[in-house]
């Protein structure tokens, strides 16, 4: 598993498939299915990351924003913004090893819960999609994302005119946990998207690693939250 996360998958070739041009049919071997959630608020860059990452067409539910829709998304840094996604994004990704990530995209805000709790169902973890312009913004997702006791890692996404920040001070402004992976990408490049989607898994695999150990130890109790199922 290791050698699958430390070198992410070839642009374009993940495991033999083509990005947006792969194969629909997944290859007939064995091979471990985990669902991912990719989350974030409005604008943040939640279709771009799956679309530069997903090796078949990655479904999509965009629709023209409409006049309305500006009384309760934020603009702020997303006003040259024409289309909005009205239910989820979908993609899938096979990386070395067999592991085969099947992404959703997720409207972040706490109005979608109902939604939110549905797609949720199943998922190993999420990726939470943040802007230093708007890092409160992802408050709302982080805290859905606690609450179903999900693990997740979060991507910074570069915007032209979004302020940088030290590490430090980005887990200092998002209260991250200290073992919560953060990472900085641009969600168009499908070499980043794969390193932020990596981190994720490398997080999720460490803890399920680390709980494994714990319930094989004698005497320890269960109490705890259980992992979540995979897909
Ligand atoms: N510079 C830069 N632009 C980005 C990045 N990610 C997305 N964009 C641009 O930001 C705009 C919004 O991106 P979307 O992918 O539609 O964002 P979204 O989160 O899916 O938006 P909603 O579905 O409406 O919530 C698009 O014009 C993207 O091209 C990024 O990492 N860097
Ligand atoms: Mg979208």
Request: some cysteine; aromatic content about 4%.
């Amino acid at each position: 598993m290791d050698s699958a996360l430390s070198s992410p998958p070839s642009p374009g070739d993940p495991a033999g498939a083509s990005a947006a041009g792969g194969s629909i049919y997944l290859e007939d071997k064995p091979q471990t299915l985990v669902k991912l959630l990719v989350a974030g608020p409005f604008g943040v860059g939640k279709t771009t990351f799956i679309r530069s990452l997903s090796e078949t067409a990655p479904l999509h539910t965009e629709e023209v924003m409409t006049q309305t829709g500006a009384l309760v998304d934020n603009l702020a840094g997303v006003r040259d913004k024409t289309t909005t996604t009205v239910a989820i994004d979908f993609g899938r990704l096979t990386l070395p090893g067999d592991l085969v990530l099947y992404m959703f995209g997720t409207p972040g805000q706490r109005r979608f819960r109902p939604l939110w709790q549905d797609i949720a169902r199943g998922a190993l973890g999420a990726l939470v999609l943040a802007d230093t312009r708007r890092l409160a913004d992802s408050f709302e997702v982080m805290d859905m994302i606690e609450e179903a006791g999900l693990r997740y890692a979060v991507a910074v996404n570069s915007f032209p005119d979004s302020p940088s920040h030290h590490p430090d001070t980005l887990r200092d402004h998002l209260d991250l946990h200290p073992d919560t992976p953060l990472v900085v990408c641009d969600a168009r490049s499908r070499d980043q998207s794969a390193d932020a989607l990596i981190a994720l898994v490398g997080h999720v695999l460490e803890v399920l690693d680390q709980q494994q150990k714990d319930d094989s130890t004698p005497g320890r109790q269960h109490g705890r939250q259980q992992p979540q199922e995979t897909a």
